[in-house]
């Protein structure tokens, strides 16, 4: 049986220098690859126009080389935000984002094709896991963007489909190419890694001692109301993830983020703004309220637009920088994961690309 092709743009420089050293080559090819893989983001071995046809052969007997194509692109008419839908190698389908923002390019990735977190109100997790993704899987949903618009990429969230910290070696190897100096380069200040709160993965991020935003979607600020959203919540306690925040700022000296979805009538009473205001304010956290993006197949709807500022004012008064967050891209598939499934149950077959490019 022929074996298993090795996926190249998920090694390091370091092991792509081993993978040199083996084929009997010498340690600058590595370089020359890595810069053409992760600098110049090439679409396949026949782009590394610098190496010899035969080594280019040999190279496509030998190793992956992942790179995708965008199988759909839709465009808001309101802001220009981007929502792109992949097929990986193997037919699974994942969603990616780009919006545009004052401060420079922000894309959006999935970690997971599909999600088994189960939390009640994301329709990213109505189908259950298919499977992780591999780093270079991921990195080049953020590669795939730049090469379509032609635009730097500045800022990276993970906050697609998936969760991160359960794919958590494929997503620090990530962060490490992602980040590293002689690829694109972006800053791990401008990186954000969003969790439903996996306590011990939490901690393991913060001993990296990488210099990202972590994010944790709260969502509620009793151990019962959160149960009842988010079936990790059985797990881990408020109390544990609150232990887990203060060792991640501690390690790292990086304040933490909480992302809190807003449903009307669940979670959006004074009495709510005054629980979350305690937690934040005690690690000095950032909380970011997301109007819930309502999911047709889910009863939960947002808060009105009155209760929102409400809410957000009670955490003010309270010291706590909130923010409401903007949104983007309202009339293309909103929630995430809604592209790819309704893509998936029509099949994606022969249709039209909805925007230019
Ligand atoms: N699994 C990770 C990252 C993916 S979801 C996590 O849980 O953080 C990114 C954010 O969007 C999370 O805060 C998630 O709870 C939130 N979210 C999911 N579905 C939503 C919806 N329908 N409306 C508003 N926010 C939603």
């Known amino acids: 049986m022929a074996e298993q092709r090795k996926d190249l743009k998920s090694m390091t420089l370091e092991e792509l220098e081993d993978e040199m050293a083996r084929m009997g080559e ?13 600098e110049k983001l090439a679409r396949g071995f026949d782009e590394m126009t610098d190496l010899s046809a035969s080594f280019r052969e040999k190279c496509k007997e030998r ?12 465009e808001s008419a309101l802001d220009g935000t ?71 990429v500045s800022n990276v ?35 954000t890694v969003s969790t439903c709160g996996l306590a011990p993965q939490m901690r393991a991020l913060a001993r990296e001692k990488l210099q990202i935003t972590l994010a944790l979607s709260l969502h509620a600020a009793t151990d019962e109301k959160r149960r009842s959203l988010m079936p990790i919540a059985q797990k881990y306690t408020i109390r544990e993830l609150m232990d887990a925040c203060e060792f991640y700022f501690e390690t790292t000296g990086r304040r933490m983020t909480f992302e ?18 305690a937690l934040a304010a005690r690690l000095g956290c950032h909380v970011n309220l997301i109007p819930v993006n309502p999911v047709k197949e889910r009863q939960f709807v947002r ?44 099949g994606e077959g022969g249709m039209p690309k909805e925007s230019g490019s």
């Open 26 to 38: 010498k340690s600058f090819r590595a370089r020359q690859m890595y810069r053409w893989a992760h």
């Open 82 to 152: 981007r929502k792109y839908l992949f097929r990986l190698g193997d037919g699974n389908l994942v969603e990616s984002v780009r919006m545009q923002y004052r401060y420079g390019v922000s894309v959006c990735i999935s970690s997971q094709a599909g999600c088994r977190m189960g939390c009640r109100f994301c329709a990213s997790t109505l189908d259950g896991l298919e499977r992780n993704l591999t780093a270079s899987e991921m990195l080049d949903q953020v590669y795939a963007i730049q090469r379509d618009t032609g635009q730097r």
């Open 303 to 346: 808060s009105r637009r009155d209760r929102i500022r409400g809410f957000a004012a009670i955490l003010q008064q309270n010291g706590v920088n909130a923010t409401v967050r903007r949104e983007m891209g309202t009339d293309i598939d909103g929630a995430c994961g809604q592209l790819r499934r309704r893509v998936a149950r029509e």
């Open 260 to 277: 809190y979805s807003l449903i009307g009538g669940v979670n959006d009473s004074d009495r709510d703004a005054e629980l979350l205001s």
């Open 157 to 191: 969230v993970v906050m697609g489909t998936g969760e991160p910290l359960d794919n958590y070696d494929n997503l620090l190897r990530f962060l490490r190419l992602l980040t590293d100096e002689n690829g694109l380069h972006i800053s791990q200040r401008n990186v």
């Open 63 to 74: 190793y992956e080389y992942v790179c995708l194509e965008p199988v759909r692109i839709q």
